[in-house]
């Protein structure tokens, strides 16, 4: 059985017995282009930097433990 790479993209806004080829219904960290070699082949999208180099919660006499996380999405309406 061939398993191609979903190289077309994400596909999820249909039915899956309705699914092009070389789609995929869940796609997560992935690229179908390689950009250093410039071919079409799977891989994984490049990281990205840390936005603080202070490490949460780290267990050190003078650091504090993480007692909640949450995300927070806002909107942005320009003003009238």
């Known amino acids: 059985m061939r398993i191609p790479f ?13 699914q092009k080829i ?19 082949r799977g891989g994984q ?3 990205t930097t840390k936005a ?3 490490q949460v919660g780290f267990a050190s006499p003078t650091a504090h433990p993480v007692l909640a996380m949450c995300s927070v ?3 942005y309406i320009v003003p009238v």
Not at 22 to 40: G, M, W, Y
């Open 22 to 40: 070389q789609t995929s219904f869940l796609l997560r960290n992935a690229r179908p282009f390689d950009v250093t070699e410039e071919k079409i």
């Open 45 to 47: 999208r490049p990281g």
């Open 6 to 18: 979903p190289i077309l993209g994400l596909a999820d806004g249909g039915p899956s017995s309705d």
């Open 73 to 75: 999405v806002t909107t």
């Open 52 to 54: 603080y180099s202070t």
